[in-house]
């Protein structure tokens, strides 16, 4: 990319921000140093034509080829579109095209944000905050004090969440009967920013009496409070003593920058401490905390539907132990015993769905349950063009019909117990055909929250409907580094 020479093997697009402005015949292109460079006349419009072309990627010989399919005529000096081109990206106005594959997946459904507002001048740079939480994969939801509602409007925060400003205790719609108590247990995370002197009083006082504080308080998630006000209203001692009974509290509080005091007239305004930090550190800040949070929460499975939705919102793909990128080798070998293509497959806790997007790219009918429908948007979002049906599916309860030549179960077996576990032998005894295959790898000794399978266990388990047929040694990735796991295959009886 760098050399010159070889800029028609350049892959470029269009930057998703350019400092570009045209007044008549000249456009100008400006570096994010503020550096400028004038073009006029053709040039100008050359530029535009390319800028417009790349707005998709494509190589430098592709330009040469679709600008002179414009001109109608080869171009007499090639050259002058590599040096153009060059222009454009020393002034970043064009960047290097990501290369097919290696572009991240989008995120579906984050963590959940409250964020609170108050009355604090720095609420007016709410709609930032926002759209800097949702860039980050946050679902954002907004509290109000009264005096919030004086530096931005509710329409606004509407628009942007696609969800009604909650502004008081009582409900003003039927959509929350209880709002403080039911945002308080939706969120994964409360944002109490920017955090005005009178909300930090009523947080370090219990005062449940606005439904910002409300919210931080009666919420089990954990809440961040950015304090902004003036800088002798944060040096007050009242101010300085609650925002240490919040951290006692265990809230987490974030120290304040150095910021404009709007109170001084503009002309003066000097930076001085006690503002709210710009949107971009605030939410580094609360994905510290909620990373923090998650990784607290691993060391145990949680346990229904709710626990597994929130895991899988609050986690990334590469901080969940048991997640592989790629499908189990010995599982997709003893599913190739059973056919090459073609069967029905249901696989029982496909989390984010490495499994059945193997098994479905190599032909078979999958249908990919888990408990989480959180995690199964995932596993949609990052492989969209998967062939694999997905269904939100508590196994020990299933509604799933139908016959299924096989079914596997990758890592769901050993964490039910008793009676669970009896519930999803059944569930596989109803829903494998005869002489169809169970194939299942659990661990193989015992972790918290975990009942590990040996070869008379599994076989007491789904006998008399299944007879252990295999078995192997395997392994799984976490909750320690790939412990011992055994592979099961068990046969439906009556085939
Ligand atoms: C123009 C203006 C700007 C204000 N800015 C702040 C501020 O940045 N921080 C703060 O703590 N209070 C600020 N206040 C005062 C609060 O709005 C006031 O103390 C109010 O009680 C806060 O209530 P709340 O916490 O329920 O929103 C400001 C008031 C005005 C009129």
């Not at 040039?43 to 535009?48: E, H, Y």
């Not at 939480?133 to 329409?155: K, P, W, Y």
């Not at 661990?443 to 399978?453: C, D, K, N, Q, S």
Request: with cysteine; net charge negative.
């Amino acid at each position: 990319m760098t050399d010159p020479e070889r800029w028609t093997e350049w892959n470029l697009r269009r930057a998703s921000v350019v400092r570009i402005y045209e007044c008549g015949e000249r456009m100008v292109v400006l570096s994010p140093e503020g550096d400028g460079h004038a073009l006029a006349g053709d040039s100008a419009a050359l530029a535009g034509a390319v800028l417009a072309f790349l707005e998709a990627p494509h190589t430098g010989a592709e330009v040469l080829a679709h600008v002179e399919s414009l001109a109608g005529a080869p171009i007499e000096r090639p050259a002058v579109i590599g040096e153009l081109l060059g222009l454009l990206l020393r002034a970043r106005a064009l960047e290097a095209a990501p290369t097919a594959g290696l572009a991240r997946p989008t995120r579906a459904a984050g963590p959940r944000v409250v964020l609170g507002l108050t009355g604090a001048a720095a609420t007016m740079h709410a709609p930032a905050l926002i759209q800097r939480l949702q860039a980050r994969g946050f679902e954002v939801r907004t509290a109000v004090t009264d005096s919030a509602l004086r530096f931005v409007r509710a329409e606004a925060l509407e628009a942007l969440t696609h969800a009604p400003v909650v502004s008081a205790i009582w409900p003003e719609s039927q959509v929350l009967r209880v709002p403080h108590i039911e945002l308080a247990q939706w969120a994964d995370a409360v944002l109490v920013c920017p955090a005005a002197a009178t909300t930090i009083a009523r947080l370090a006082a219990g005062d449940h009496a606005s439904v910002v504080a409300a919210i931080a308080l009666a919420t089990r998630a954990p809440v961040l409070v950015v304090p902004s006000m003036n800088p002798a209203m944060y040096a007050e001692a009242a101010v300085q003593r609650n925002l240490a009974r919040l951290v006692e509290d265990g809230l987490h509080v974030a120290h304040p920058a150095r910021a404009l005091e709007i109170a001084d007239p503009p002309a003066t305004r000097t930076p001085m401490l006690g503002g709210a930090p710009p949107p971009e550190v605030v939410v580094q800040l609360l994905e510290a905390i909620v990373r923090e949070r998650a990784s607290a929460t691993l060391s145990q499975a949680p346990r229904g539907a709710e626990g597994w939705d929130r895991l899988y919102r609050t986690h990334a793909a590469a901080e969940l132990p048991w997640q592989r990128e790629e499908a189990d080798p010995d599982l997709l070998a003893a599913l190739e015993h059973e056919g090459a293509s073609g069967l029905a497959v249901l696989e029982v806790g496909a989390g984010l769905g490495a499994l059945a997007t193997a098994i479905a790219a190599r032909g078979h009918t999958v249908v990919a349950t888990d408990i989480s429908a959180a995690a199964l948007e995932q596993a949609r979002a990052r492989a969209p063009e998967s062939r694999a049906i997905w269904l939100c599916d508590d196994i020990t309860e299933t509604r799933l019909r139908g016959r299924f030549d096989a079914a596997v179960d990758r890592a769901c077996l050993h964490l039910l117990a008793g009676a669970e576990a009896e519930r999803h032998a059944a569930a596989m005894a109803r829903l494998i055909r005869p002489g169809g295959a169970l194939i299942v790898k659990t661990l193989a000794e015992a972790a918290a929250g975990v009942t590990p399978y040996a070869r008379e266990a599994i076989a007491a388990l789904f006998a008399p409907a299944f007879a252990l047929e295999r078995e192997a040694a395997s392994t799984l990735p976490g909750p320690t580094a790939s412990p011992a796991a055994r592979l099961f295959v068990l046969r439906r009886a009556g085939g």
